[in-house]
């Protein structure tokens, strides 16, 4: 019997571009550029910017992964600059950059408003514990979006699109003390047999995924009289394997509550 190969999608938490030198020694100058970041053009180069930032990150080739991108997605990018060939001050508005890799985060998600009843139909899967992996919290990227790390199993790596995420708004789920309770759901068309062996590797950066949770603000803003909510938590479903989600198996999940990280009421 062949055996079924699991991969956990897995992360390291980092929500704004963070640039470090490469420890090479003192006069090393190459800069690396990490983390999460806006897509503001992919032709005829790529451009990226911090939200909230002044410098633009200029591709210096083609980015193939990016070439069905669109202006506004949130990405996660890893490249570098060489301060010797590209001097760079406090003055500095644009940077060229090689790109390593470039991966869009805020692709197979949806974030909504619905009815409780609609959440049965929203998942068919768990996610591993955010618990195990240290620093793994929701947290805001810019005043809209909700970058949240989601370690999920796939049956084969090149299978991830087929696994898609939403974030719901229940408009009939009773609000305490102003906080916006947000549901991670995670559903996939992949089959599980859960009599095979799961092996575990680990790909970090896929792992990211990116919502927009403008409109979820404003519907609840809306449910609540204008009210702004003062906290955002995230809801997620766990398991420390593959759980199939039914009826009839939700004690072999735990449901676990996150604050939003960086979310300030406005």
Known sequence: MKQMKFFLVAL???????????????????????GIITLKSNFPQCEFQVAGGGVTFISNKTVESLMNATPGDIVFLSAQYDTETQPVDQ??????VDVNFAIKINGNVSAGSYPMEVSKSLANRTIMPLSNYQGALPSMYGSDWVVIPIPYYTEKYENISQHSFTLAYFKDEEVKNSILKLHLYHKSSEAIDKEKTVNIAYNPYEAYKAFNISPLISSFKNDNDGQTPQKIVVVTQESSSSIEITGENTDKYTEKEYNVEGYTAK
């Open 12 to 34: 390291m938490v980092l929500t704004s571009v963070s640039f470090t030198s490469c420890m090479k020694g003192e006069d090393n100058t190459v800069v690396s550029v990490f």
């Open 91 to 96: 003055n500095t508005s644009k940077i060229y």
